[in-house]
């Protein structure tokens, strides 16, 4: 049996970690969060089991689906879109 040693987590409303599932390795964690935050958008934190400690963070701002939709907004206003609609962005620390 392959040992899980890293947990993943997205930050609820308030800012509070919510686990999701564990990977076995680091490369998996950040591949899954990118599935994930497809579904849903969010931040997203792995932490090392052996450690204790956050090992990396994403941010994914908006799914492809909103980022499509930010796409339609620009050509009908005239390339003036809303700033309450964000393009997808992903970053890790």
């Known amino acids: 049996m392959v ?33 994930l935050s497809a579904a849903a958008p969010g931040q997203y934190v792995v932490f090392s089991q052996r450690s204790g400690r956050m090992v990396s963070s994403g941010t994914v701002v908006a799914s492809p689906a909103a ?7 620009e050509n009908s206003s005239g390339g003036c879109a809303e700033s309450s609609v964000m393009e997808s962005d992903t970053l890790w620390k």
């Open 3 to 35: 040992s899980q040693s890293y947990d993943i987590f997205r930050r609820d409303p308030g800012g509070h970690p919510v686990w999701l599932e564990a990977a076995r390795d680091l490369e998996t964690a950040k591949t899954r969060i990118i599935e």
């Open 67 to 73: 980022r499509a939709s930010h796409k339609e907004l």
